[in-house]
């Protein structure tokens, strides 16, 4: 059995929770792409988790997979094991050899050339980590893979490849000096010593052959995303996107087993009962129009904690938006749903959703191809009754019919809108403060 975990909207959807709950079915838990720029927040008794790369399941102590389809930074990997260490886990994390490396002058890279577009509408408000800079590489031809860390003689030779063409890009493109992040020797010599405790500690995989081999033996898999649809490299708010696919087809290119296997399990979508957003792009259904909007969106900041679990930036934050959805369901082929956050739109005094877009005059339900005719969109919005706050720990224990009448009934209307059942819902950041209808893995 395969579950994949898919994030509905522009990320910060709560995927790492749903990933901890269902993942005590799961023998092993696979990040199929992205970097250290997907948060993940897991809240296992009460200890709170922030996590950028190991998969959530780590927690749970499943066998984490990072995938081909990721980019990794092998100092932030064992940042983030050391820590776990230290607080008692003992996280199995391996890596796809096929994976490329996040490599310093890429950091470097990212942040001049974001500082370079400031004064442009391309701003894309990236994290600063790397990541686009390293897939440009992997599709270029030119980038370090994890297999290369293995072997010195092979590192020794991409790097001298490379690394004066990152040295000339920074220093007679950009009229800057190159530092350490070109300095092959030391590059050779630390990413070597990686390479080497990576094999110590045989955390390195042929992640096809590996998954396929644990599936044949009746382990179940579940695929984990980072980020969400609307950043997905082909099927987002192109160019405020990120350099990879978080939608359920990256589950195959990025891990090795084929688009049937992925199919042929379930594909959640999780999705959060409002909207947020760290970065640059069009939202339609933003918060921001009045004094009153900017109060609305504080206070549902505020409370729902929305502040960018890797760059601690307050995020933006609008209405649910239907059509944003109805585009995720498609693309990613939705078998159900989870809606997280829907304790903190308890107790306001409106509540609504953008049900469709109004462009050239014309109601649309689903979203425009091009970014530029997204930002011209104006949302038609639905309101819906409004639910008290209650003791969420109660309705937990109690089960989806302890739910406030008017949030069921905003529930009801997402699944029937997007045509797929709602798995669980979530009311609190601990694993314990989910309504659970029914788990993937025993569909």
């Known amino acids: ?127 600063g980590r790397g990541i686009g800079p390293t ?17 010195p003689e092979v590192l020794r030779q991409r790097l001298e490849y490379v690394v004066p063409q990152k040295r000339a890009v920074i220093e007679d493109v950009y009229g800057l000096e190159a530092g350490e992040e070109c300095d092959i020797e030391a590059l050779v010599e630390e990413f070597t010593e990686f390479g080497r405790r990576l094999s110590e500690e045989d955390m390195v995989v042929n992640c096809g052959d590996f998954l396929a081999e644990r599936r044949d033996a009746g382990e179940n898999v579940m695929f984990e995303g980072a980020q969400g649809t609307l950043i997905d490299i082909d099927h987002g708010s192109y160019p405020y996107v990120t350099s990879s696919n978080p939608t359920a087809g990256g589950a195959s290119t990025g891990t090795g087993l084929g688009p049937t296997v992925v199919g042929q399990g379930e594909v959640v979508g999780i999705v959060k009962a409002y909207l947020s957003r760290v970065g640059e792009g069009p939202m339609p259904t933003e918060l921001k129009d009045d004094d009153r909007d900017e109060e609305l969106a504080d206070y549902i900041r505020e409370k729902g904690g929305e502040f960018g679990t890797v760059t601690g930036r307050p995020r933006r934050i609008g209405w649910l938006d239907l059509p944003m959805l109805r585009h995720a369901a498609r693309v990613s082929g939705f078998t159900g749903i989870a809606v997280n956050h829907l304790d903190v739109l308890a107790g306001l005094d409106e509540v609504k959703v953008g049900h469709a877009y109004e462009l050239d005059g014309e109601e649309r339900l689903t979203m425009p191809a091009t970014t530029e005719r997204w930002a011209e969109c104006e949302p038609v919005l639905k309101e819906f009754e409004t639910w008290p706050e209650v003791d969420w720990t109660e309705v937990a224990e109690e089960g989806y019919e302890a739910l406030p009448d008017a949030a069921q009934d905003y529930l009801e209307y997402i699944s029937d809108e997007l045509d797929v059942p709602v798995y669980a819902v979530g009311i609190g950041p601990d694993r314990e403060q989910t309504v659970h209808l029914e788990n993937p893995f025993d569909k």
């Open 1 to 127: 059995m395969t579950v994949t975990i898919v994030g509905s909207q522009l990320g910060d959807e709560g995927k790492g929770a749903l990933v901890d709950l269902w993942g005590g079915d799961a023998d092993i838990v696979v990040r199929y792409q992205g970097g250290d720029n997907a948060g993940h927040t897991v809240v296992e008794d009460g200890e709170e988790y922030k996590l950028s790369l190991v998969p959530s399941g780590a927690v749970r102590d499943k066998v984490g997979v990072l995938g081909n389809g990721c980019v990794i930074n092998p100092r932030t990997l064992f940042s983030e094991l050391d820590d776990l260490r230290e607080r008692g886990l003992e996280p199995d994390v391996r890596l796809a050899k096929r994976a490329h490396v996040i490599m310093p002058y890429h950091r470097r890279l990212d942040n001049i050339e974001e500082e370079a577009k400031a004064d442009s509408d391309l701003t894309v408000g990236t994290t």
């Open 135 to 151: 897939y440009e590489d992997k599709a270029g031809r030119r980038g370090i893979r994890v297999g290369d860390l293995l072997d």
